[in-house]
């Protein structure tokens, strides 16, 4: 550093500025736009596609390709576009009702309330679960796909709902309106072929339109569990009875198998004793005859006396049968 006579340093000696000429300007100005360019290209022919999302790639306006999750490459300049759809993710449509952020619901009367078969009418809310199937046909087969879906299931919904009574809508009968509903919606959606699929729908709410009406079906539920209570009882006092039941049917069957048999023996008997006397008259037709008399007398007259007369031809004798009878077996 130097110094001047008063012992101050000079100040510092500065250089003159660098000029740049006009052409070396525009050479930078050009390569500055060009790696803007190049950069700019570089970008838009590339794109990447999430897990949950697949890309319909058009060429001049005509749909091309369809990718899946991963990094694609595209021509630039506006010549490919890539619009990317959400297919693997369940979407909902709610139906007479609105869930809010903060976990609250807000109802929608005009579209829960409807008319059944029976010419009631009930709130029924429903829940709707669906999916888009394609990508290409979601984008360009319609103009608002989730809308049309949305009609559709109000109006499936409405017709099975008007051909059920309201005892069950609003009881037994809801998985049963929840089967036909995605049924008729699924094949619709196959005609409407919009790329949407229908996967799942139920019933989250159904209640008639008044408190009289609701407490009176209150009262309906709580005769029908009663009622329900009252025959298992019953089934259960038959289970117990029936055996008993049983047993004394055995015992009477018994029995009167075993008085049958007797009777038949009896009978056995009787043809016995029949055949017996059947025997003794071919062999003595006249004493038979005459026995089979006296007996027979002596049974349907208790009380009379019977005499025999006894005759040998010259001296006639009559004998009291009572004699014989009361002597027993002398008399046989």
């Known amino acids: 550093m130097e110094y001047n006579y008063q012992g101050n340093p000079f100040p510092p ?15 930078i100005i050009l390569v500055c736009i060009a790696a803007l360019l190049v ?3 570089a970008g838009s022919c590339w794109y990447t596609v999430d897990e949950k999302q697949q890309a319909v790639v058009t060429t001049f306006g005509k749909v091309t390709g369809i990718t899946g999750a991963g990094m694609h490459f595209k021509l630039p300049f506006g010549i490919q576009k890539v619009k990317k759809v959400d297919v693997n993710v369940y979407q909902k449509i709610e139906i007479g009702y609105r ?19 029976d010419y009631n009418i009930v709130n029924v809310d429903f829940f709707v679960e669906y999916k888009v199937s394609n ?13 049309i879906l949305k009609n559709l299931v109000q109006s499936q919904i409405r017709n099975v709902v008007g051909s059920c009574t309201v005892d069950s809508v609003l009881t037994d009968g809801k998985t049963e309106i929840q089967r036909q509903v995605k049924d008729l919606i699924t094949e619709v959606l196959e005609q409407y072929d919009i790329g949407l699929a229908l996967t799942d729908v139920k019933i989250q709410d159904s209640e008639p339109p008044t408190e009289s009406v609701i407490e009176a079906f209150k ?5 029908k569990q009663q009622a329900e209570t009252i025959i298992n009882q019953a089934k259960a006092y038959q289970n117990k009875e029936i055996p008993s039941a049983n047993a004394e049917a055995d015992k009477l069957i018994q029995n009167a198998e075993y008085l049958k048999q007797n009777r038949i023996n009896e ?31 002596t049974e349907v007259l208790p009380e009379a ?11 006639q004798k009559i004998l009291p049968i009572e004699s014989f009878i009361t002597q027993g077996g002398a008399a046989e």
């Open 267 to 297: 009978a056995i008997q009787q043809i016995a004793l029949f055949e017996a006397m059947y025997n003794e008259y071919i062999l003595n037709p006249e004493i038979t005859k005459t026995r089979m008399y006296y007996e027979m007398i």
């Open 99 to 117: 869930t809010k952020g903060n976990d609250s619901i807000e109802v929608v009367d005009k579209e829960s309330k409807m008319i059944t078969g």
């Open 219 to 223: 009262s309906v539920e709580t005769a």
């Open 305 to 315: 006396k019977v005499y025999i007369d006894v005759s040998d031809g010259s001296t």
């Open 135 to 147: 990508p290409q046909k979601y984008l360009y087969s319609s103009k608002q796909p989730e809308l």
């Open 13 to 27: 000696k500065t250089k003159p500025p660098v000029k740049i000429s006009g052409k070396k300007l525009r050479n």
């Open 39 to 41: 950069i700019s290209i």
